[in-house]
């Protein structure tokens, strides 16, 4: 399958826990982006990268949210000290990175339950 | 006021209907605009992009308003499988972050 992987697809966890979950984008897409999606919304942005570098966060990423793409390739989104609030399902997409408007393709997700 | 605003349903048709889906986004700054399905518990898909000329693939045509800011999408002869939620999404200022509806649930009966 060379499609968005996410890992872990189901986390559970007690609030005030950490979290950290796992995107490898499609192979060789540059841009790799973060959204959540809670129900009966639509996925809300959240933050970009474009290769290693993240070029822009959503003010719904407060300071207990932090994302990495160290390498260019796969991506990780922390969550520190978690709140039933955080509960939701956390979407990653990737594009080529080559052109203005380009099609994202999305990940299964991580669906996280706060406890 | 939401950026996109969609009738969330649900659309309850008939198999063989036509539907229309309605969407409207406030920034004029807007770049690009698409539609997205989304399966029950799955990721969201692109449908098609919209173009500000109209486009058609095969069932489906999607038509854009830049004065009106208003996008829609037209479903002829709906099929059973068709049952998912219309995503309408519109992209800012060429940022590459994507501007989600709430969606509009379709449901097709036999």
């Known amino acids: 399958d060379t499609g968005v992987s996410q890992d872990p697809r189901h986390k559970i966890t007690k609030r005030g826990q950490n979290v950290t979950f796992r995107c490898d984008p499609i192979?060789?897409?540059?841009?790799l982006y973060w959204y959540r999606q809670t129900l009966g919304q639509g996925p809300e942005f959240l933050t970009y990268?474009?290769?290693?570098?993240?070029?822009?966060k959503s003010r719904l990423l407060s300071d207990r949210f932090s994302a990495e793409r160290p390498k260019g390739s796969f991506s990780t989104l922390e969550i520190q000290r978690t709140e039933q609030g955080d509960s939701a399902m956390y979407l990653c997409?990737?594009?080529?990175?080559?052109?203005?408007?380009?099609?994202?393709?999305f990940g299964p997700g991580t669906r996280l339950t706060v406890t | 006021r939401k950026e996109v605003e969609q009738d969330p349903g649900p659309f309850n048709v008939p198999e063989g209907a036509t539907v229309a889906f309605n969407c409207t986004y406030s920034?004029?700054?807007?770049?690009?605009f698409f539609w997205y399905r989304q399966d029950c518990r799955k990721e969201p898909k692109l449908l098609m992009s919209?173009?500000?000329s109209g486009n058609e693939d095969g069932r489906f045509t999607a038509q854009l308003n830049r004065a009106s800011q208003y996008i829609s999408l037209l479903i002829r002869d709906s099929k059973l499988s068709d049952s998912a939620t219309y995503l309408c999404?519109?992209?800012?200022?060429?940022?590459?972050?994507?501007?989600f509806g709430s969606g509009t649930r379709l449901l097709v009966r036999p």
């Open positions: 997409a990737s594009s080529r990175g080559v052109g203005a408007t380009e099609e994202q393709y």
């Open positions: 192979s060789e897409h540059n841009r």
């Open positions: 990268f474009q290769n290693e570098a993240q070029l822009e």
């Open positions: 920034n004029s700054a807007s770049q690009s």
């Open positions: 919209v173009y500000s």
């Open positions: 999404v519109v992209e800012m200022d060429s940022s590459y972050k994507l501007i």
